[in-house]
């Protein structure tokens, strides 16, 4: 997988001084964790998963988490799973057929309904390990948790490719919980254990919201919200401190109708929303329409001068370097207390390329969408 593969040679050139770089389902996770962008939810029941993946209709899916909890009823859930199955035999005969190459599969994991759930399909997360990249937990909990890892610890011993774990930090025990930072460090605690398989921690705003019957309106990005602003700065100061742990975005609910829509309220809440997460230290963002993909991953290129910033800094680290002016003389470059960020920039920059000089993230936009 590569971010924006589908522009021609000469688009790339002229928009990036670094293109993106490949990353594949076997990639180290420090890698992965910064790449599974855009992730996009699909319900299991869909028939079209294979085709989807062997021929995307539309640019941008690099990640797709086939939904077998909230996006499928209980009537029709029995009838996902086997549809699940189904579409992920014919992904991985796909793939052995060399009909789908490495370069060309996205990172597919399955949301899972509960820990049962995963204990059923146990056998077949085994078998699919070479093509599916691992699981969702929802409502994760600390009594959840102890039942879920053993589980996926055990599939990861029986398998040459790790099979990772992304958990969903969305129930009422943690939104809810007057010692929230204790709770959020037992949780910590446990995940420290299966450091190696957990790919990122993921934030599930709408359930968090629906617990006080609240909804983000389309001019309302999350850090807005007290509700979510307290929440989310929780959950980061507990998993993200010293880069432990990759911290993915909430979904935003509203999408336009085309993602070249600029002047459309939903793409310009979505963009809101995506400065303020990265802002804030989260990489990467659930998406649950297509037309989400494009701007989720243009907001994740790197421009120029941050680049710079970061590439100065870094050097000025490893040289042990003092305070001095950035190249555009317009802030203060500090290698001890910016280090980490610049190097969590660098890896970004890997993965979502470098946007030349006096191109943003509009100008990425614009091209990328562009029919």
Same mark, same amino acid.
């Given at each position: ?20 770089? /490949?990353?594949?389902?076997? $990639?180290? !996770? ?29 640019? #941008?899916? &690099? ?49 899972? +309904? ?5 204990? *059923?399909?146990? /056998? ?32 990861? !011993?029986? &398998?040459? $490719? ?25 949780? !910590? ?34 850090? !807005?919200?007290?509700?979510? $602003? ?34 459309? /309220? *939903? ?13 804030? #230290? ?23 001068? &941050? ?7 870094? *050097? ?14 317009? +802030?203060?470059? *500090?290698?001890? /207390? ?14 979502? #390329? ?18």
């Amino acid at each position: 997988m590569k971010f924006f593969s589908h522009l021609t040679l000469a688009e790339t050139e002229g928009l990036f001084f670094q293109a993106p770089q /490949p990353f594949f389902r076997d $990639s180290p !996770r420090d890698l992965l964790r910064f790449a599974v962008g855009a992730l996009l939810y699909t319900p299991a029941t869909d028939r079209r998963v294979a085709e989807m993946v062997r021929r995307p209709p539309w640019p #941008g899916l &690099t990640a797709l988490g086939l939904c077998l909890e909230d996006s499928v009823g209980e009537a029709e859930r029995r009838a996902a799973r086997k549809n699940l199955i189904r579409q992920v035999r014919r992904i991985a005969r796909l793939a052995a057929q060399g009909e789908l190459p490495p370069d060309k599969l996205p990172l597919i994991f399955v949301r899972v +309904k509960d820990h049962a759930m995963l204990q *059923e399909l146990q /056998p077949f997360f085994l078998e699919a390990a070479p093509v599916l990249a691992g699981v969702i937990l929802p409502k994760v909990n600390l009594a959840r948790l102890q039942v879920y890892l053993p589980l996926v610890a055990e599939i990861n !011993r029986q &398998t040459a $490719s790790t099979f990772y774990v992304m958990p969903i930090l969305e129930d009422v025990e943690i939104a809810a919980a007057a010692e929230r930072l204790f709770l959020l460090r037992g949780l !910590r605690d446990l995940l420290d254990q299966y450091y190696p398989y957990v790919l990122n921690i993921r934030i599930g705003a709408t359930d968090c919201c629906g617990l006080y019957g609240l909804r983000r309106a389309v001019d309302t990005p999350s850090g !807005r919200l007290a509700l979510l $602003s307290a929440y989310i700065a929780d959950i980061t100061r507990i998993f993200a401190l010293y880069d432990r742990y990759t911290i993915s975005a909430p979904v935003w609910e509203y999408f336009p109708q085309e993602a070249s829509a600029s002047a459309a /309220p *939903e793409l310009s809440g979505l963009l809101a929303e995506c400065h303020l997460d990265l802002q804030n #230290g989260l990489m990467g963002k659930t998406a649950i329409h297509p037309a989400q993909l494009l701007p989720i991953q243009a907001m994740h290129a790197v421009e120029w001068e &941050t680049y710079t910033d970061a590439a100065e800094i870094s *050097e000025a680290a490893e040289s042990a370097r003092g305070v001095f002016a950035s190249a555009g003389r317009n +802030k203060m470059n *500090e290698p001890k /207390p910016h280090e980490l960020w610049a190097r969590r920039i660098m890896k970004q920059a890997a993965i979502y #390329g470098v946007l030349h000089p006096g191109v943003g993230r509009q100008e990425l936009l614009a091209a990328v969408s562009a029919p």
